[in-house]
Structure formats: C-alpha cells, structure tokens
C-alpha cells in the first residue's frame, strides 16, 4: 500500500529553528509537495520537490531524498503565525496526490 | 478576488437526507476536486474532474456524487446522509493533470454533520 508518514505534533519556540519530516512508500514518484494548514481555514501551497536537494523559499526550506523517501520541511526564525497544520503529499506514479495525516506545529513564546 | 467559493460553510444534516455541496472557481482551471478531511488522517479524494464534462473515482466515492457540467463549477451530492460522512469537506482545482506539479487551489471547506 502507500503510505506517508509525519510526526503527529511538534513544538518549538519563538525564533528557533523547527524542522519536520516525512517519510513515504508510494507506488512511483513525480514530486513532493508541502502545504501549511491554518486550524479551520484552507490548505495552501508552500513548497514543490522533484529532484533531490533543497529548495530555499525565505524563511522556509524543503528537502528532498528519493532514494531514501525522505523530505522534510525546515522552519527559520518562528514566528507565531507559523503555528499551523503542515501537510507532506506524494504524487504518484499515476499523478494521484497522497496525503499525510499533517503535522501539528505549536509555537511557543 | 481569484479563488474557490464554496457552500455552504457549515450545516447540519438529518440522517437520510440529500445535501449538495456547491464549488465554484473563477480561475479557469481543469481539473477539479473533492476531498474529506477527517481527524488524524490525511486528505482523502471522493471524487474528481480532469475537464468540463468528466468525472472520475477517488479513494472513497461510496455514498457520493459529483457533476461538471461546466469549467466553473463542481457540486458534490450526498444522496442519503449517513454520519459516517460527518467531516469537512474541501474543493480544490488545478490548472492541470498529469503533472507532478499540479498545485492545489483549495476552497475554505465545508462543515458537514449528520446527526
């Protein structure tokens, strides 16, 4: 089966450096997207992967390992707002989007 | 202001009952689609729309129904509530298909309850 797997929640402070990861098993592979979730709003796009390496995007940062199945989402400089739902998702070999099950951020001051 | 609308935002539903859940978007995009979101699970595809005109099966359609009879809009219907189907409900569009980098637009969700 497929599967994406995240940290369920994660805390961090103000100002710090937080970084969350995925982990997937997908039938093939056509990119790695992450999302930022607000409690009771919308998802919204934050970052693309499809090679390996990372992609840089302000404060925010995206990894990704295709031999490993491995990205992670890195988080400079927290700041309040940040505190959001982040979800990993893998386009598959069919162009199907799997989605995890999203990693709870707490930031505290 | 460029998006998804969708409605309603929030309702609660009898069991058994008929409920349509209406989309909308003004960005001229392809593809479309249904997702349910639910506690502690990633976002599940009911059902989807690679162009005017088709539809296809997600991952659970069972209990669901969707029309495209236009680019714009997208309604997804619930033929006889059940209150497994209590969840928020989200549409989303994409400027394309068979891509990797499809980015989803996604609407403010819809709140469903069935009692």
């Known amino acids: 089966g497929q599967n994406i797997d995240q940290p369920t929640e994660m805390t961090a402070t103000e100002g710090a450096i937080v970084q969350i990861n995925c982990t997937y098993q997908?039938?093939?592979?056509?990119?790695l997207f992450w999302y930022q979730q607000h409690a009771g709003e919308a998802p919204t796009f934050l970052s693309y992967?499809?090679l390996d390496g990372l992609e840089e995007k302000g404060r925010f940062s995206s990894f990704l390992s295709r031999s490993k199945g491995y990205s992670y989402l890195l988080l400079k400089e927290l700041q309040m707002k940040d505190s959001a739902s982040y979800l990993c998702a893998v386009t598959d070999s069919n162009y199907q989007l799997i989605w995890g099950a999203g990693t709870k951020l707490i930031i505290k001051p | 202001i460029a998006g998804i609308t969708q409605a309603p935002t929030s309702q609660i539903l009898a069991a058994g009952r008929r409920m349509t859940l209406r989309c909308t978007q003004d960005?001229?995009?392809?593809?479309m689609y249904w997702y349910r979101q639910d506690l502690g699970l990633g976002l599940r595809l009911i059902h989807y729309s690679n162009t005017a005109g088709t539809t296809g099966k997600g991952e659970v359609p069972d209990g669901y129904s969707v029309s495209r009879a236009n680019t714009d809009d997208f309604p997804l219907t619930l033929a006889s509530a059940v209150p497994s189907q209590t969840s928020v409900y989200f549409c989303?569009?994409?400027?394309?298909?068979?891509?990797?980098?499809?980015?989803?637009?996604f609407g403010a969700g819809s709140r469903l309850t069935v009692l």
């Open positions: 992967n499809v």
């Open positions: 960005m001229r995009h392809n593809a």
């Open positions: 997908t039938s093939g592979f056509n990119g």
């Open positions: 989303a569009s994409s400027a394309g298909t068979a891509s990797g980098a499809n980015v989803l637009t």
